[in-house]
C-alpha cells in the first residue's frame, strides 16, 4: 500500500527527523483568493466558516471532522448560505497532503491544536488556531519552533486583540491612564451546569472516528461523557474553564500588563456544586507573581453567575496607583479614576471576529508575521498560564517557575506535568 507524505511526517516525527516545508504560499495575487480548509466543525469552527465566506480575499474548500456525520450536516447548511459546495473530510492528514489548500483554521478540541498546527507548518500552510493554543507547556514552545522553522503564517483565536477598542484601551493603559499598573484580574463567572453521569465503556456511534477523534491523547474506551462538548472538563483533552473561556482573559492580563510567564504560582479550587463527570475544578482561583516587575495577576473562574465584580463578570480588570480599567467581554473599556472613582476614557466596538481574521488574512498575503495581532508567541504564553494554574491546583502547592527555562525549579513531579506521553502516530515531535 503506498504511504502518503503525510503519513510520513506522522511517524517520523516520532523519531525527531528533521522536514522541510514543501512550498511557501505568498498571496501577493489580489485577484486569487486564499484556500481555507476548517477543522473541526461542531461548535467554534462554525464561527471560522462565517468570517472566512464574509472576507473577500478567502473562501473556504474543505470541511474536516472526524465525525463525518456534523461534517455533513454544515456542509449542507452552509451550501444553502453561501451558495456554493464544501467539501467534508475526516482525517486531517489528507487535508495537509492537498496542495490546493492555504490555510487551515483549528476549532478542535485542544487535545489536537498543537499537532494539527506543526503538522499545517510543516505541510506549508498557514494556520489559525483556537484558544488555548497548547493542551501543555511543551506543545506551546513545538508551535512557535513548527512557525519559526517552516517561515508560516500562526495566528492564534483571541479575537479582542483585533479589537479597536480594547487595543485603544492597552494603549491608554502604556500611557499611564490610571498610573504604574500593579495588578491584574481575569474573570471567568459563567453559568456552567452539571454534565451528568455517563458509563465508562460505551460504542461509539458508527460515524464518528473514535481514534482520530482522541488523536495525541492517552486512547481509551469512547463514552458519551466526552463528546462533543463536555471533553472541556476532562484532563486528557481540555484544561477546564481557564482553559477554555479563560484564556481570552489570561491572554488579556499578560498584554495589559506587558509581562510574559510568571515566577510563582498558587491555585486553589474544586467542586463544589454538582456530583458529575467533570474532572476538572467547578471553581478555580489562581494567583501568578512577578517578583522582577513587581505585578501580579489574579485569576478566577466560577461556575455560577450570581455577580459581576466592578462591571465584569467574563473579562478583566486593571488596577493602577491613580484608578483602574474594566474590560467586559471582548470589545470594549471602561476606566475609573480618584478615590471617588470619576469617569475615565471609555469605548466600545464590536465586530471583532471578522477582524481578527481579516487580520490573519492580510499577514497571509503579505508574508508579515509581524503585523498578526496574536502571534503564536502570545498562543504559548496566555495558554502556558492556564497550565500554570492548573498544575498548581492539581498538585495542591504553591509553584516555582522559571520563564527563561520554562520549568519548574527543583519538582521533578511537577515538571513531568509540562507535557504527556503520546500513542501512536500521533506524537507532538520533541523537533519538529
Not at 454538582?274 to 505585578?295: A, R
Not at 484608578?323 to 476606566?335: D, H
Not at 522559571?402 to 500513542?423: I, W
Request: aromatic letters at 10%.
Amino acid at each position: 500500500m503506498a504511504i502518503s507524505r503525510r503519513t510520513f511526517l506522522a511517524t517520523t516525527a516520532v523519531a525527531g527527523t528533521e522536514l522541510a516545508a514543501t512550498k511557501v504560499f505568498a498571496k501577493t495575487d489580489k485577484n486569487s483568493k486564499i484556500r481555507c480548509a476548517v477543522l473541526g466543525v461542531n461548535g467554534r469552527g462554525t464561527g471560522h466558516v462565517h468570517a472566512l465566506e464574509n472576507n473577500p480575499d478567502a473562501e473556504v474548500v474543505v470541511l474536516c471532522d472526524p465525525d463525518e456525520k456534523v461534517a455533513g450536516v454544515r456542509a449542507e447548511a452552509f451550501e444553502k448560505n453561501y451558495k456554493h459546495k464544501f467539501e467534508t473530510e475526516t482525517d486531517l492528514r489528507r487535508v495537509m497532503d492537498r496542495d490546493d489548500i492555504d490555510v487551515v483554521t483549528i476549532a478542535t478540541p485542544n487535545h489536537w491544536h498543537a499537532l494539527a498546527t506543526i503538522w499545517a507548518c510543516q505541510a506549508g500552510k498557514d494556520v489559525y488556531v483556537e484558544k488555548p493554543g497548547s493542551h501543555n507547556i511543551f506543545e506551546g514552545r513545538k508551535m512557535i519552533e513548527a512557525a519559526k522553522k517552516y517561515d508560516r503564517i500562526v495566528q492564534h483565536g483571541v479575537q479582542l486583540r483585533s479589537s479597536p477598542a480594547i487595543r485603544e484601551g492597552v494603549q491608554k493603559l502604556r500611557e499611564g491612564v490610571i498610573g504604574d499598573v500593579y495588578m491584574a484580574r481575569g474573570l471567568v463567572f459563567r453559568t456552567r451546569g452539571s454534565i451528568g453521569n455517563q458509563p465508562d465503556q460505551q460504542q461509539p456511534p458508527a460515524h464518528l472516528d473514535w481514534n482520530l477523534w482522541q488523536g495525541p491523547a492517552q486512547e481509551r474506551d469512547f463514552s458519551k461523557r466526552l463528546v462533543h462538548y463536555n471533553w472541556h472538563w476532562h484532563w486528557d483533552y481540555g484544561n477546564g474553564d481557564v482553559g477554555n473561556q479563560g484564556v481570552h482573559e489570561t491572554d488579556m492580563c499578560l498584554w495589559g500588563l506587558g509581562v510574559g510567564l510568571p515566577s510563582e504560582v498558587v491555585a486553589m479550587g474544586g467542586k463544589f456544586l454538582w456530583d458529575d463527570d467533570k474532572e476538572t475544578p467547578e471553581l478555580l482561583s489562581t494567583n501568578f507573581y512577578y517578583p522582577e516587575e513587581n505585578k501580579m495577576i489574579q485569576f478566577e473562574v466560577r461556575p455560577w453567575t450570581t455577580n459581576d465584580e466592578g462591571g465584569a463578570h467574563v473579562g478583566n480588570i486593571f488596577y493602577g496607583k491613580d484608578g483602574y480599567m474594566v474590560i467586559n467581554g471582548y470589545s470594549s473599556y471602561k476606566t475609573f479614576l480618584g478615590p471617588k472613582r470619576e469617569p475615565g476614557p471609555s469605548r466600545h466596538e464590536g465586530g471583532e471576529m471578522g477582524l481578527h481574521f481579516a487580520n490573519f488574512l492580510d499577514a497571509v498575503k503579505s508574508r508579515d508575521a509581524d503585523s498578526l495581532h496574536g502571534p503564536v508567541e502570545t498562543a504559548h504564553t496566555s495558554s502556558a498560564l492556564a497550565h500554570l494554574g492548573n498544575t498548581a491546583y492539581r498538585l495542591g502547592r504553591k509553584l516555582t517557575f522559571d520563564p527563561k527555562t520554562e520549568t519548574y525549579v527543583g519538582d521533578d513531579e511537577a515538571n513531568q506535568m509540562l507535557t504527556r506521553d503520546y500513542r501512536g502516530p500521533f506524537v507532538v515531535p520533541a523537533a519538529v
